[in-house]
């Protein structure tokens, strides 16, 4: 269940109390007439089931609540009521299903955000997985792809080909071009650190390294992977399963094959920079391809559900 509490200017209160009553799915509605300040006017609130959620959501815009009053949203944990289960019962489709388009906006734009932060995750990760490819630890490769804030300008770029956001697209692909520029960038002036300390060498780089050679040996199986990635990244941010974001984060190889590539680059090894990046390229292309189609299907089949279930 969802919860929306919304500010309404008291000439549109009763049309928002109308839409709601009309809505299937929705219950617990309150009316506190006078009761906002800023902006002034009626709150109203009301729960209702995820998967009618987002239809109420645009009905509500449609009656621009969102620029002349105010719309809030938050997901209900827990809720004992026998009217809610009901609400959810008669509402169509099933909530683990449903997607609410705004909210993905709204979550991607941020997390796609180009902030001081966002390059701080991203630089460290990078130096992270630079120390794994060095001395062959698989730990740190893992563990670097666990710190890494990429797949969210990459859900943002997915998300904006779906719902035609331009201004999202430019600023997700800002932010992944800068974060990994910026990354990689650093990471070479910390690998020449490294080596200038003796803890970095060009032989350990060149070595055999059977724990994390893949880093610059694109094949087929690391498109699929990214792709296999990308379908279940995108379905953990529209279920709300935050928790799949980690296996996600840590089945692609997009920061690690960043790290090799600038450990290579400050080397002067060509081969490993360019197979680094390559294989870079290769799992961001398919963790976009398959969010993008991933959203594309749950619209259609979300859509086509729905109508498959209205009454004639």
């Not at 309404?8 to 049309?15: G, L, W």
């Not at 390059?119 to 990078?126: D, G, R």
């Not at 797949?151 to 800002?174: K, M």
């Not at 953990?236 to 600038?262: F, R």
Request: hydrophobic share 50%; aromatic share 6%; net charge negative.
């Amino acid at each position: 269940m969802l919860h929306l509490r919304l500010i309404t200017p008291p000439d549109r209160t009763d049309d928002v109390v109308r839409l709601i009553g009309n809505t299937v799915g929705t219950t617990h509605l309150v009316v506190l007439p006078g009761a906002a300040r800023n902006p002034a006017g009626d709150v109203v609130m009301c729960d209702v089931a995820r998967e009618a959620g987002d239809g109420l959501l645009s009905a509500l815009q449609e009656l621009g609540l969102d620029s002349n009053g105010s719309i809030a949203v938050e997901n209900i944990d827990l809720s004992l009521s026998r009217r809610a289960d009901k609400a959810e019962a008669e509402a169509p489709g099933e909530g683990a299903d449903a997607v609410l388009w705004e909210h993905l906006t709204d979550a991607t734009h941020e997390e796609s955000t180009l902030s001081v932060t966002y390059l701080a995750f991203i630089t460290l990760a990078t130096m992270i997985a630079a120390c794994g490819v060095v001395l062959d630890n698989a730990v740190l490769i893992v563990g670097a792809m666990a710190v890494g804030p990429e797949f969210g300008p990459l859900a943002g770029i997915s998300t904006s080909i779906v719902q035609r956001a331009p201004r999202l697209a430019l600023r997700s692909l800002i932010a992944l071009l800068v974060g990994f520029a910026v990354a990689m960038a650093a990471t070479v002036g910390f690998s020449l650190f490294m080596d200038a300390i003796d803890l970095f060498s060009k032989a350990q780089l060149e070595a055999d390294r059977p724990q994390t050679a893949f880093v610059y040996a694109p094949d087929w199986f690391s498109f699929i992977v990214a792709v296999l990635a990308g379908a279940a990244g995108t379905l953990s941010l529209t279920s709300a399963k935050s928790g799949a974001l980690v296996g996600v984060a840590i089945s692609v190889t997009t920061v690690p094959a960043a790290a090799n590539a600038a450990v290579a680059l400050s080397y002067g090894d060509m081969n490993q920079t360019w197979g680094s990046t390559t294989q870079l390229l290769l799992n961001l292309l398919g963790i976009i391809l398959a969010g993008t189609l991933t959203l594309l299907a749950q619209k259609y089949f979300w859509t086509r559900g729905r109508r498959t279930r209205q009454p004639a």
